[in-house]
C-alpha cells in the first residue's frame, strides 16, 4: 500500500520519519454506459490483502478475504459505490505486517487492495476513482 501518490504525502513525508498504513475507502464511479456492448453484465470483486499485492486469476483470487466485496461490472445510478479496507485487528493490536515504514520508502509498504472480474475488456476503463488512505505517521523530522 504504496500512499506517495497523493498529492500531500510529500507534505507529510517532510514533517515525519515514518508512516504505516492503517487502511482507506475506493470510491468508484461507473464509466461505461448501461447497455454498452463492450461491458460485461457480471460483477467485480475487490478485496485488501495485508500482505501480497500479486494479481488475482480468477474469483477465488479475492473470494477467500475477509475484506471482499462485490460491485456490478456497470451500473447506472450514477451512485458512487465504496469499498472500505483496513488492516486485521486481533482486540486492538493490529496484526503483522503493522509496522512502521522509511518515509523515504513507501513502496516498502506491504498490501493491496486486488480485484477480478470475468468477461471484462482490458481496453475499456469501467471506473473512475478515488482512493483515500488512512495513515498514522510518527517520528517528526
Known amino acids: 500500500m504504496d500512499p506517495s501518490g497523493s498529492a500531500e504525502w510529500s507534505s507529510f513525508a517532510v514533517l515525519y520519519d515514518q508512516f504505516r498504513v492503517l487502511g482507506g475507502i475506493l470510491k468508484l ?5 448501461m447497455g454498452s456492448t463492450t461491458a460485461a453484465n457480471t460483477i467485480v470483486g475487490f478485496c485488501f490483502d495485508n500482505d501480497n499485492s500479486t494479481t488475482p486469476t480468477a474469483y477465488s483470487g ?3 478475504f475477509a475484506e471482499y466485496t462485490n460491485v456490478p461490472a456497470i451500473w447506472s445510478s450514477g451512485a458512487i459505490k465504496e469499498i472500505r479496507f483496513k488492516r486485521p485487528k486481533i482486540g486492538n493490536v493490529m496484526q503483522t505486517p503493522s509496522q512502521w515504514y522509511d518515509e523515504a520508502s513507501p513502496g516498502s509498504s506491504p498490501g493491496a487492495i486486488k480485484f477480478y472480474g470475468s468477461g471484462a475488456s482490458n481496453s475499456v476503463q469501467y471506473y473512475n ?12 523530522s
Open 29 to 33: 464511479a461507473c464509466s461505461v454506459p
Open 62 to 64: 479475492v473470494t477467500t
Open 129 to 140: 476513482y478515488i482512493l483515500e488512505y488512512l495513515v498514522e505517521f510518527q517520528m517528526r
